[in-house]
Nanobody
């Protein structure tokens, strides 16, 4: 059974930092590109960042490029999103996604507010 479990969300002030994690199980983690998406209230789910199976290739949405860093540890079946210089517009539910059967986690809330 495929499972993706996000953690690390919370409330942070503008300009602050937060690190999200996604623990994967039920498939060969290193074989699949992994993605972080986010969904703000009243909007669709948007791709934030993605990382190739080996971790050698990453892509970012323009809105987060230079502030967010995606990484993975294939030995631990874990993907991480380091978020810095957070802005109120980064507020959303963040989801972990695998291209294996287009699997999704349950999401973790990130709120950026003073």
């Amino acid at each position: 059974q495929v499972q993706l479990v996000e953690s690390g969300g919370g409330l942070v002030q503008p300009g602050g930092s937060l690190t999200l994690s996604c623990k994967a199980s039920g498939f060969t983690f290193m074989d699949y590109t992994m993605n972080w998406y986010r969904q703000a209230p009243g909007t669709g789910r948007l791709l934030v960042a993605r990382i190739s199976g080996t971790g050698s290739h990453t892509d970012y949405a323009d809105s987060v490029n230079g502030r967010f860093t995606i990484s993975r540890d294939n030995a631990k079946n874990t993907m991480t999103l380091e978020m810095r210089s957070l802005k109120p517009e980064d507020t959303a539910v963040y989801y972990c996604n695998s291209l294996f059967r287009n699997s999704w986690g349950q999401g973790t809330q990130v709120t950026v507010s003073s």
